[in-house]
T-cell receptor, first 108, second 113 residues
Framework: GIQVEQSPPDLILQEGANSTLRCNFSDSVNNLQWFHQNPWGQLINLFYIPSGTKQNGRLSATTVATERYSLLYISSSQTTDSGVYFCAVLSGTYKYIFGTGTRLKVLA | NAGVTQTPKFQVLKTGQSMTLQCAQDMNHNSMYWYRQDPGMGLRLIYYSASEGTTDKGEVPNGYNVSRLNKREFSLRLESAAPSQTSVYFC????????????FGEGSWLTVV
């Protein structure tokens, strides 16, 4: 089945710094999503981005489907950005496969 | 708008006990899912239901059963709980088709002692 890998596994930033998180996938996909899991465990949808670029405030994401990767950019990071960031791809019609996540800690 | 609601939020079980996790969604979604998340890991699919009346195994189905009670509700049952099933369980739902977003409940923390 399709494999999803995320890097880096862990990231520590000072507040105000920028970062780039990467998601590689092993096969073509027609659905890719980014999630933020906050310290309380809630999974929050950030982007639905099977291709192209989207921006939402300080966050933006780019997916290059032909090269099988997606990037999540966080600018001017804040402590509230801490948590785990997951990408998930749709395998077939119904199965969402998740990467192992990037654990981000933003220090004040 | 409640979205995806799952209960209970916390549960402690003894080895060998049974329990059912309940999940309901109010978004009229066709597809529903159960995932488990172990410490430091991503989410792994246990079972999914593409539409009312159908269920299929995911990556880690052993030790679990599911029931798609109706379009809104999808339950997960542990018949004989084992310590290896200690995990956080997430229910999710989505509309059918590739162009849709998956939405998650808040999670159920299960400990088997």
């Amino acid at each position: 089945g399709i494999q999803v890998e995320q890097s880096p596994p862990d990231l520590i930033l000072q507040e105000g710094a920028n970062s780039t998180l990467r998601c590689n996938f092993s096969d073509s996909v027609n659905n890719l999503q980014w999630f933020h899991q906050n310290p309380w465990g809630q999974l929050i949808n950030l982007f639905y981005i099977p291709s192209g670029t989207k921006q939402n405030g300080r966050l933006s994401a780019t997916t290059v489907a032909t090269e099988r990767y997606s990037l999540l950019y966080i600018s001017s990071s804040q402590t509230t950005d801490s948590g785990v960031y997951f990408c998930a791809v749709l395998s077939g019609t119904y199965k969402y496969i998740f990467g192992t996540g990037t654990r981000l800690k933003v220090l004040a | 708008n409640a979205g995806v609601t799952q209960t209970p939020k916390f549960q402690v079980l003894k080895t060998g006990q049974s329990m059912t996790l309940q999940c309901a969604q109010d978004m009229n979604h066709n597809s529903m899912y159960w995932y488990r998340q172990d410490p430091g890991m991503g989410l792994r699919l246990i079972y999914y239901s593409a539409s009312e009346g159908t269920t299929d195994k995911g990556e880690v189905p052993n030790g679990y059963n599911v029931s798609r009670l109706n379009k809104r509700e999808f339950s997960l049952r542990l018949e004989s709980a084992a310590p290896s099933q200690t995990s956080v369980y997430f229910c999710a739902s989505s509309a059918s088709g590739a162009g849709n977003t998956i939405y998650f409940g808040e999670g159920s923390w299960l400990t088997v002692v």
